[in-house]
């Protein structure tokens, strides 16, 4: 039965708001829409899997950030990280609104960036495992903002380009990450790639001096996916890099990385963006260099969805499996990183919740996109909204299985 011939008796009526449930994001006539767009109806229209992201959410929260850094006094820049969401239209209405720059990781993500209108002076670049053919391309690019992770690369990059400003990526060996995740730390208890130790930090110096290298800024990224409860670690991790501040005189910029999280359970609470830069503001304030930021997952991820269809309901066992048709190649940090998409029906049916292990359509055992999951129950052809799906889904979906397709879609209104 199509979501349309359900009659308004039958549908769902919400006592409670959900967790999840915002002004653009929520429940109107037994609908869910996404600002003004019906999602049920734009799914019978353009089919599923359809990825659909709301532009507008993206560029709120990016004021949300220069807000929050200007009531603490800090002179800052903002950097999208790009691999979060490479969407072309998205990627062009954010170089258009001009609030932020951009984040890139290797040369494609550079001249991807170019070509979708950022300013070369308004990207920055921070990759890892570079090769020659890699440095050879970003030496053409005097303007952006480059920093080096590795001693070899700075190195190899100052013998071909004596004298031009530079960045250190350093590792403040601290991790951050969400609910304590270590699939989401990138620095920490154990040895990681990135980044350059404090026990090398003299090396480099030398030699940044040997090729007449200018090191102005310093970058650094422990984590990702960090909210409230993690702000004591964020605080540390903020004077560890301080320790590597204070051995550099020339810099101007500190780049603090991005992994600033969104809620993903019912038991989170978003991150405090007043909390958050005063922490900031505690270990930087005063310092005269510029704050540079690299969001990614908190300025895309709640602003969009996955939709899909319902294939089958099942009972296995003592089990009620709930099919789509979108597998985890799709959205693949809920099988990888324990971040979940939450299904949540369009059109809810009247009907005592039950609890479904919902599924998708890749032929791997990892491919379940909740555990015993209470909604009301669906039927076959209704269309489920994944959320949290703005951020690292389209951009690192695979076609594993050949189940790679679908549709992309930016909302801007």
Not at 171 to 184: A, E, F, K, T, V
Not at 292 to 311: H, I, N, Q
Not at 338 to 354: Q, W, Y
Not at 390 to 408: E, K, P, T, V
Request: aromatic letters at 8%; proline letters at 6%; charged letters at 25%.
């Amino acid at each position: 039965m199509a979501d349309t011939d359900i009659a308004p008796e039958n549908r769902a009526q919400k006592t409670v708001a959900p967790w999840w449930q915002r002004e653009d994001l929520a429940y109107r006539g037994g609908r869910l829409h996404l600002g003004s767009t019906d999602l049920a109806a734009l799914a019978r229209k353009l089919g599923t899997p359809t990825y659909v992201i709301r532009a507008r959410r993206v560029a709120q929260k990016a004021g949300l950030l220069h807000r929050a850094l200007d009531r603490v006094g800090l002179d800052h820049h903002l950097y999208y990280a790009i691999k979060a969401n490479r969407t072309p239209q998205l990627l062009s209405y954010l170089a258009g609104q001009g609030l932020c720059g951009a984040d890139v990781c290797s040369p494609e993500e550079l001249i991807h960036a170019l070509s979708c209108g950022f300013r070369e002076q308004d990207i920055s670049f921070t990759g890892t495992s570079l090769s020659a053919a890699d440095l050879e391309i970003l030496g053409r690019f005097e303007r952006i903002a480059i920093n080096f992770d590795a001693l070899a690369a700075l190195d190899r990059f100052g013998r071909a380009h004596p004298g031009r400003k530079v960045g250190l990526r350093i590792n403040p060996d601290r991790g951050i990450g969400y609910g304590g995740s270590q699939m989401l730390q990138y620095s920490g208890a154990a040895a990681t790639k990135f980044g350059i130790y404090l026990d090398r930090l003299p090396e480099a110096i030398e030699i940044a001096k040997r090729h007449r290298l200018k090191i102005t800024r310093l970058h650094f990224h422990a984590g990702c996916g960090y909210l409230d409860r993690e702000m004591t670690q964020f605080a540390a991790v903020l004077q560890e890099s301080r320790r590597f501040t204070e051995q550099l005189p020339g810099l101007s910029e500190v780049n603090i990385g991005g992994g600033l999280g969104v809620p993903h359970r019912a038991s989170d609470r978003p991150l405090d963006l007043d909390h958050w830069a005063h922490t900031i503001a505690q270990a930087y304030g005063g310092t005269g260099l510029t704050v540079a930021v690299e969001p990614g997952d908190f300025l895309v991820k709640d602003a969009g969805v996955l939709l899909a269809s319902v294939t089958y309901r099942e009972r296995r066992k003592t089990v009620e499996f709930l099919g789509l048709d979108a597998g985890f190649n799709l959205a693949m940090e809920p099988a990888f990183y324990d971040l979940p998409c939450e299904p949540v029906p369009t059109v809810p049916r009247e009907a005592p919740p039950s609890r479904f292990t919902v599924v998708g359509n890749v032929n791997e055992a990892l491919d379940k996109w909740a555990e015993d999951h209470p909604m009301p129950p669906p039927e076959e052809g209704d269309v489920i909204a994944l959320l949290n799906a703005g951020g690292y889904a389209a951009a690192m979906r695979s076609d594993h299985c050949l189940r790679g397709a679908a549709r992309n879609l930016m909302l801007l209104d």
